[in-house]
């Protein structure tokens, strides 16, 4: 009995865990139907894509494109308004599909750099929130509050590129509570596997 009992608790921790992981991260087809190419409304196409989506620290980029026919590299702001690699945050992928996490909240910047594709709409901007979502309903900053709540500081996260992707800076926080991050669910995933393991050793 002892044994189903160790086997009912492991696979229920499994599931928990696999749940975690999954819950914390959300894949985005960069473009949907049309991929990573060049768009044939110029950067419109993609500017619209991004504009009914969300995107998180943890979030994942699909970028669907033929190798040797284009590739991703993130760079600054003003290298994606000129088109231009330089000051490029880590290096151009060029190997499709490419999958690019996000590891970093703030504004994140994808460009083509073959040939003028860029030039020809082939770009991405997106911003992407951190460990906390703006609040439903800011302040007024010319009222005063007549309750003050404590602000507490949240984890912060690395601004160095991931070895899948790249990822930029901050946005504004609130007071709702924090989607997990994806370091976030693979120590919890980490920490109910070597629970799972534990249990099955002891009991």
């Keep these: 009995m002892d044994r189903v009992l160790c086997m009912v608790v492991i696979g229920a921790l499994t599931i928990a865990s696999l749940l975690q ?9 960069v473009g949907d139907n049309i991929g990573w190419s060049i768009p044939n409304n110029g950067a419109a196409a993609y500017t ?5 989506k969300t995107f998180r620290v943890g979030d994942v980029l699909v970028f669907n494109f033929a190798t040797n026919q284009h590739d991703v590299l993130q760079v600054p702001k003003a290298s994606f308004d ?11 992928i ?3 599909p490419a999958n690019v996490t996000l590891d970093s909240p ?11 594709h860029c030039q020809a709409g082939q770009k991405l901007a997106i911003t992407v929130s951190g460990t906390s979502t703006p609040a439903a309903n800011p302040p007024n900053p ?7 709540t404590p602000v507490v500081p949240s984890p912060s996260s690395s601004n160095q590129p991931s070895a899948t992707g790249p990822s930029g800076s901050t946005t504004p926080g609130g007071s709702t509570a ?3 991050s994806s370091s976030t669910a693979l120590f919890a995933s980490f920490f109910i596997s070597l629970s799972s393991i534990a249990l099955a050793v002891f009991l």
């Design 21 to 29: 992981v999954t819950t914390a991260q959300t894949r985005h087809v």
């Design 48 to 52: 619209n894509w991004a504009s009914g």
């Design 82 to 92: 000129a088109c231009g690699s330089q000051n490029a945050i880590g290096d151009p």
């Design 94 to 96: 060029m190997t499709g």
């Design 106 to 116: 703030g504004d994140h910047y994808y460009i083509c750099t073959f040939g003028r």
């Design 142 to 148: 010319s009222s005063p509050s007549p309750v003050s």
């Design 178 to 180: 924090p989607p997990p």
